[in-house]
């Protein structure tokens, strides 16, 4: 996983959000659309942390919101 977002990263992108395993499309989606809302108006790592904390309030187990992680710091 990590030489695809390496890949990304050498291309030219500017940060990659990833999961580490396979996660319900109602999550994924719920996850991505506070994740790019925040990112509006924040950086992308406290994006990502805010994103999980809502998703984790809807439902704490951890297989809906703990798979997303950052690489890069998307900063272009």
Do not use: C
Request: proline share 4%; charged share 20%; glycine share 8%.
């Amino acid at each position: 996983m990590q030489g695809l977002n390496r890949a990304f990263l050498y291309a030219g992108s500017g940060g990659v959000v990833s999961s580490l395993w396979s996660v319900s499309d109602r999550s994924t989606y719920k996850f991505m659309e506070a994740f790019y809302t925040l990112l509006r108006t924040r950086p992308a790592a406290e994006a990502l942390k805010e994103a999980q904390i809502q998703l984790m309030k809807e439902d704490p187990m951890p297989f809906h919101w703990a798979a997303f992680y950052l690489t890069g710091g998307m900063e272009l």
